[in-house]
Each structure stands twice: as structure tokens, then as C-alpha cells.
């Protein structure tokens, strides 16, 4: 958390923290660390034999970030929404299937959006049918 602040204070080292702009984005996010504590103990909260043990980490690593425990600042917010086609008919196969196109891995935009040299957008993914391979 040191290092960050740190670099958060550089015009240059900035941008390496901030958080991209992804399809479905709709929450203002701010502190990454804290968002992989809030992510990683929504995780962990799953597992009913570790109840006890997440509540007391996840209040001890909140406390690390001036948070209370159920303030809305320290609760687990999803950062996408969705965006559903229902039942798309592939035209080769003919196999419908649900695509979310703010979630679905093969359908997001790659990493580095921009071409660094020329500035141009990278091509976004097309979706391929998962029966057929037909685009």
C-alpha cells in the first residue's frame, strides 16, 4: 500500500494504477488494492467451513485501509453488469447459445487496447461458435 502511494504521487507511475475501462464497467473505482481484498475475500466468504476465519481477515485487512467492516465503502460490489443475447442461433450449426457480452472472456476487448506506435485500435475478438469453430 506504501509502494502505491508512492507512486501515485508520480505524474509517470500513475496510469500503472488506475483501472481499465472494460464493457459493463459501471462502478468508479479507485484503490485497486482495495478492490482485491473486497475480491478475494467475496471468494473466500464462499466456502462455508472458513465463515469464522474470512469475517476476522477480511475485517483485519479492511482495518488496513481505514474501513470498517460493514461500512458500503468495504463491501464486495460486482464491477460489470450484464448485457445477455439470449438463444443466438449459430448460422452453421444451428446451436443456440447465451452470450453476455460484458462477461464472456472471449468476447472481451485484448489487454492493450492501443497500438502504442500508431495509436490504432487492436481488432476486438470475434465471436467464434464453441460447436462448429465457424465466426
Known sequence: MKRQHNELMHADLA???AFPSLPGSHLKLTNPALQL???VMQVLSLDKT???EARLLRKELLQLFDIR???PDGTFANPSTSLCIRQLVCPECTIPRDLDLCRDS???PPPALLQPATGARAPLPQWK???CDSA
Do not use: R, Y
Request: charged share 20%.
Open 15 to 17: 496510469p500503472d494504477w
Open 37 to 39: 481484498v473486497k475480491s
Open 50 to 52: 472458513i465463515t469464522l
Open 69 to 71: 467492516e460493514f461500512s
Open 106 to 108: 472471449d468476447l472481451l
Open 129 to 131: 461458435c464453441p460447436n
